[in-house]
């Protein structure tokens, strides 16, 4: 199920995206939004909350900063001693549990 | 590297060319099915075990048949063999003639509507060898509904068929048996003008819940059944053969010929009244007769969105009576509606292009990481309290629409043949390619004045070239549909150049008022 909406996401990225010049109004972009919260929700919420952003995506609302809010429980963190590259942060928003995914854009490009 | 790059952004441009054309190749083509091929079935033994009970519909031998009476009317004539069967209609306006004759529905040697088959095997036997007697050889019908009444008299049993014949097309039938037999009737192989690949055709029902059930030519499955129908129908791309009873409901079953398409029989009372019709599948006939039969006319997986499009189109072509103009006028519509939002997003364009600069620096700074460059657009756009960009959920709108217009061009029979300027059909392809052309040098026109944020340096050259990709993808498409595409494109263009004006004036106005 994952796979297949992140596959359709892809598709929509590479295609359809040109037809419409790519004129999301937020960042991260509709898709890139959907794909965040598919890869960190699980896919029912997933596709509720990308619908809402959809919804939103148009000329009535201002658009801008939107990242997906995840709820997690982090109670099995796993320290390793090597560092780690990091895909995505979680900040925590004032609720508990509840966290921003921010996708890391400060990653070194190989 | 520049190189490099021109030379995998040729590659991606040939890719997407080579896969538009192969697309378009490997899409089924219309094709006339050979029906002749098809036909032995309705002489083969379909034993049916049907409809809970041991009835079956019955064979049918091979019989020749004289037409035996004639119906004659303004819009078509209609042909009643000794089978008691509707063996022929021929639709006699300019619209659907071919080369100046009228055109018949149903090919020869295929199962025909109003077919009587008997569950008793001798009984059947006899009934395809002794012929119906009509009561008049030729009726002609003006404003006034006319009845034919046809009568087979078998040894032990007689069969009366009372047909009181529409001038629109439809009919009221009567089936009397003198003795209760059980007995089908049938819609008749559907009629056979256009049948190809690109919409639906074969059997439809509606169900007594208002679902549509659709079942393809070739995907027929033997001795199924539907019970508690509205109607029963078989239909090509334009055309329809239907039985129904709104109030009462009828039984139907399948049966198959060797080619897996759907023969629709009903099952038969002793005194029977059911309706029908025969005829193009036209949206205003068929609400005329009765509105449910509207469901005829159906347009695949879009149909809620395209019923209320061609809804409107029609309205619009009724005031203006010509679709091409009626389908410039619709997009105009449309646009007007969207307006407010599409007037924001061009105003805040404006203000945006004070920040050029600004956003030059950006790209400049982050160019190779669109991500970041992409958030730090996002965070200058949030402090001018300006965004250009138009939003996903108007280009997600926009999908459906543009395939709803699309199957109406190609499945309603009132814009087949509709002519605009020197375009003779905007259903088929334009055959001078001058719309295609037009849709390309408009959507390269109105990329120019559009913002865009490709992050992806390949996909902003594709981009470049998508007027060329659609100009070459779009040329086998219903010339209604890139006219429609290309007005918009038009609309967008003018609307933004109006924007520009009266922004530049209100400038000028400030300057001067500052100075």
Known sequence: MKKLILFLLKIYQKFFTLIGFGSCRYYPSCSEYSKWQVLHNNSLKAIIFSIFRILKCNQLFEGGFDYPIVKRKLDDIEFKSQPIEIDYWFIPTKKKNQFYVIKNIFKKVS | MNNDMQKRLLLATLVSIVFFIAYDFLMPKPQYIDIN??????????????????????????????????????????????????????????KFQIEGHSLPLFKDNVLKPLELRLSNKELNKEAFEINYVADREEIVLKNQPQRLVLTQNLSNLTI??????????AYDLNVNLSEDKRYFITTGFRPDVMADALTFYGALFKEFDDTLTMIDDGDAIANQTF????????????????????????????????????????????????????????????????????DVVEYGFFTFIAKPIFTVLKAIYDFVGNW?????????????????????????????????????????????????????????????????????????LQIPVFFAIYRVLLNAIELKGAEFMFWSDLSLMDPYFVLPILLGVSMYVHQLITPNNFTDPLQAKVFKFLPVIFTFFFITFPAGLVLYWFVNNIFSI??????NKVFEKKKALEKKANG
């Open chain 2, 37 to 94: 091929k098809t036909q032995n079935s309705a002489k083969e033994a379909p034993s049916v075990k049907s409809i809970a009970s041991d009835a079956s519909v019955e064979e049918a031998p091979v019989v020749d048949s004289n037409i035996i009476a004639k119906v004659v009317s303004d819009n078509f004539d209609l042909e009643i063999d000794s089978l008691g069967r509707i063996n022929q209609v021929y639709l006699k306006s300019v």
């Open chain 2, 324 to 396: 091409g103009v009626a389908i410039i006028l619709l997009t105009f519509f449309v646009r007007l509606i969207l307006y407010p939002l599409t007037y924001k997003g061009m105003v805040s364009m404006q203000k945006l292009k004070e920040l050029a600069p600004k956003m030059k620096d950006i790209q400049a700074k982050y160019k190779g990481d669109p991500a970041k460059m992409n958030a730090h657009m996002m965070e200058l756009y949030k402090k001018h309290g300006a965004n250009p960009m138009g939003g996903c959920l108007p280009l997600i």
């Open chain 2, 494 to 499: 003018i609307q933004q150049q109006i924007i």
């Open chain 2, 160 to 169: 009366t068929k009372t047909i009181t014949f529409y001038p629109s097309g």
């Open chain 2, 227 to 294: 019970n508690n129908i509205k109607f029963a129908a078989s239909v090509d791309r334009y055309y329809a053969s239907v039985l129904y009873d709104i109030e009462n409901r009828l039984n139907a079953v399948l049966l198959t010929d060797n080619e897996a398409n759907p023969l629709i029989f009903i099952d038969g009372k002793q005194n029977y009244n059911l309706k029908g019709y025969i005829g193009a599948k036209d949206f205003e006939i068929l609400e005329n007769i009765n509105p449910e039969l509207t």
